[in-house]
């Protein structure tokens, strides 16, 4: 579509050694669109969701809860039916149209988007973020630090702590008591400041300490306590990047009468699963499960981040058992591709559409709740971060499997060959991990104690100046 964007074509009967190769300038617009495309997935998928959530702000505080549950399945079941049209029509299209075209659809679609979205903006609720979210964890830590000799005292009672105007939190939480020193007043030496002294700053500045407020401790305590559970997620994300289906079943029967159904095309049983789940998860699960657990919400965000871990930890070991008959039959045949329906991959499939319905729309409502109103983008971009370290921790078991089942000679499990090598290996390792993983999980869920437990103490307005009770 662009001139000179890409090498000239090959002549016909020309070997592919024969051909042009791509020089520099092709490169670069190649790593130009790839940019691009970062940029504009790394500012849209946390801050999107984000977005959504900010316009249900102004429902009372009782009904919030459950819609934003509603929400948060509604916006990934629309994820899943996107993706499901991805591999079926979109690739259709590039195989049979073209990839100009290809790439065309989906730009028209991004267009009308952008435009519906400029012309909807006078009717969003916007909300004010803060504008030193970092800076204020930051000089959170830094202040705790520089306190660290400060004695606490025995209760935590008001006149004691730095704190902001008219703020609905006047005394920091008891959870990670050692982190109120960065606020506490009596570590400056000097308990007659006043409000109007530090109008112009967040920070109480006396000699060579700081002390910060109130607020700023309990959103560096926020961030620090989710960070287990955060970890613990990480194989759901190793788990959701694994591809190695897409060969299994191009070694496999994919007939369907007459039509040979495209690998790649099996994995939208998984996001159908993930968006059929979501789609009626409040209408039918949810009243079904209230009335067994009792919960508003038929199972906690703790729990359906937990039935997520085992659901993908299940996905690993059936994706074992399968391969390992694949191999088995394609071993006793005289052909490469085993006798076997690839419809047998449906189940490992349908089972890791059902970890992502719980798991990370568990883990989306879990961060959006539990962080301060005011990391509302960077608790929807702790998703996006599990997945790129679940995708950097499976590119790194993946090199370990690798060359350790090469020694002395031997295949690897990962062989290009499916059937020299030993991927049922490979996903027993993982089902292994994911159980270790659900123990370290449910560990880390205790030790983060209740839910929604959080003082409110974010005003809806914009912060005051800080002072001193």
Not at 439 to 467: K, S
Request: aromatic content about 10%; glycine content about 10%; overall charge positive.
């Amino acid at each position: 579509m662009i001139p000179g964007a890409q090498p000239p074509p090959c002549g016909v009967g020309l070997a592919p050694a024969q051909c042009t190769p791509p020089g520099p300038r092709h490169l670069a617009w190649l790593i130009a669109g790839f940019t691009f495309l970062s940029i504009g997935a790394g500012g849209i998928r946390p801050c999107s969701m984000a977005f959504g959530a900010d316009q249900f702000s102004r429902h009372p505080k009782e009904q919030r809860s459950r819609i934003l549950q509603a929400y948060f399945n509604a916006y990934y079941a629309s994820i899943g039916v996107a993706f499901t049209v991805a591999v079926t029509v979109i690739v259709y299209v590039q195989d049979n149209v073209g990839w100009k075209a290809g790439f065309a659809v989906p730009m028209g679609l991004m267009t009308l988007s952008a435009v519906s979205f400029l012309l909807g903006s006078r009717l969003y609720i916007k909300e004010k973020g803060s504008k030193q979210m970092f800076s204020g964890i930051g000089g959170a830590i830094l202040a705790a630090v520089k306190n660290y000799r400060a004695r606490l005292p025995v209760k935590t009672e008001d006149g004691v702590y730095h704190h902001l105007k008219d703020c609905k939190l006047t005394v920091p939480t008891d959870k990670l008591r050692f982190l109120n020193k960065a606020c506490m007043i009596s570590s400056t030496g000097n308990e007659d400041s006043h409000g109007d002294d530090v109008a112009t700053s967040e920070w109480h500045i006396n000699g060579d300490r700081r002390l910060c407020t109130v607020d700023q401790v309990e959103q560096l305590k926020s961030a620090i306590r989710i960070l287990p559970i955060w970890s613990s997620t990480v194989f759901l994300a190793q788990a959701i990047s694994q591809n190695y289906a897409v060969l299994q079943a191009n070694e496999m029967d994919r007939r369907v009468g007459a039509f040979r159904v495209p690998g790649c095309s099996l994995t939208m049983f998984n996001m159908v699963t993930m968006s059929l789940w979501s789609g009626s998860y409040d209408r039918w699960i949810a009243p079904a499960l209230r009335r067994v657990t009792g919960n508003p919400r038929g199972l906690t965000m703790k729990q359906r981040i937990g039935v997520g871990l085992l659901l993908a930890t299940m996905a690993m070991a059936v994706s074992a058992a399968v391969e390992g008959a694949r191999r088995r039959l394609a071993l006793a045949g005289t052909g490469t591709a085993a006798p076997m329906s690839a419809f047998w991959l449906v189940p490992q499939f349908a089972l890791m559409g059902l970890a992502e319905a719980f798991g990370v729309i568990g883990e989306l409502e879990f961060f959006y709740t539990e962080l301060p109103k005011s990391m509302a983008s960077f608790s929807m971009a702790l998703l996006y971060m599990a997945l790129g370290v679940g995708n950097l921790v499976n590119s790194f078991i993946v090199k370990v499997v690798d060359e350790a089942s090469r020694r002395g000679g031997r295949t690897s499990w990962l062989s290009s060959d499916l059937n020299a090598g030993h991927y049922d290996y490979y996903y027993w390792l993982l089902a292994c991990l994911g159980a270790v993983n659900f123990v370290y999980f449910l560990w880390c869920a205790w030790a983060y104690g209740e839910e929604e437990e959080n003082v409110q103490w974010e005003e809806d307005g914009e912060a005051e100046r800080p002072v001193v009770a």
